[in-house]
């Protein structure tokens, strides 16, 4: 039987995609580099001149999120589908312990992103990697993706580095010709099928970029209709 490693907190490493992030430090490195990722991403917003309110959607461990909350304050949401993944990104929830972290345990689907439009109101939307996820048509997901916040960081899926739905990926091409967007980074995949390619990830200036207020934390209701699972109280 095989005997895998674990760090002192339970992780095993070589086993995640994302690095587990606790309290300023990767303890365990994830397979898809994000360090690049996420300084662009900063860059990006560092001038906010108040606390933000961001949606991290298939959050996976939460790296973006955990990193950004340490320099930038804010209410960060992130949501994750999978249910060992959502466990793993729980556990380090616990572990670095900031009030300001909520996470949504539940697989989206479009009509849930509807109802989370209908509730909050997102200064930042984060979607990396996550449009392909979808089993709804890829443009409506981006398009409704575009009215829960200020901005959306957003990274497409390539269809060379993708084993998952591949085929859709071709055959529904992303139109992000008419928005207004802004290169912010392009790294390589990492991925065996495509080693020579590099994925953008742009930040967008929605068009709900309206004069609304965001308020920090979530509604009860929220909490409750997406599933809350951290925090606990
Ligand atoms: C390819 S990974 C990208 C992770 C992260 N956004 C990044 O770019 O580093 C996709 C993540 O989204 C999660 N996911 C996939 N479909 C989802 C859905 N419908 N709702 C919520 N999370 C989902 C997966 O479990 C996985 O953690």
């Keep these: ?11 095993i490493y ?17 397979g898809r580099d994000c360090e690049l990722r996420f300084w662009a991403i900063y860059e990006a917003l560092k001038k906010a001149k108040k606390p933000l309110k961001v949606l991290d959607i298939g959050a996976n461990m939460g790296y973006f999120s955990l990193r950004l909350l340490e320099k930038l304050p804010g209410t960060y949401v992130m949501i994750e589908g999978n249910e060992s ?11 670095n312990n900031k009030p300001s972290l909520v996470l949504f345990k539940r697989k989206l689907c479009l009509q849930d992103l509807k109802e989370l439009r209908a509730l909050e109101k997102f200064d ?12 709804e048509p890829y443009q409506e997901v981006f398009e409704t993706l575009m009215t ?12 060379e ?6 085929e859709r990926i071709i055959k529904e091409p992303l139109d992000l010709s008419m928005v207004n967007k802004k290169l912010l980074i392009k790294v390589p995949t990492g991925s065996r ?8 990830t742009y930040l967008i200036e929605c068009i709900s970029n309206a004069s609304y207020d965001t308020v920090q934390g979530v509604s009860p209701d929220t909490f409750r209709l997406m599933n809350g699972v951290y925090p606990s109280q």
Excluded at 1 to 11: I, P, Q
Excluded at 14 to 28: C, L
Excluded at 193 to 200: E, G, I, S
Aim: proline letters at 4%; a positive charge.
């Design 193 to 200: 099928y495509a080693a020579n390619m590099r994925r953008p």
């Design 161 to 166: 580095e993708s084993t998952l739905n591949q």
């Design 14 to 30: 070589e086993t995640y995609y994302q690095d587990v992030w606790v309290k300023g430090g990767a303890i365990i490195k994830g």
């Design 1 to 11: 039987m095989g005997c895998s490693a674990r760090h002192a907190t339970g992780f």
């Design 148 to 159: 829960l916040g200020r901005k959306l960081v957003f990274e497409p899926p390539i269809a």
């Design 124 to 135: 930042v939307v984060i979607a990396l990697s996550i449009v392909h996820h979808f089993k």
């Design 85 to 95: 993944t959502a466990q793993a990104l729980l556990k380090i929830c616990k572990l």
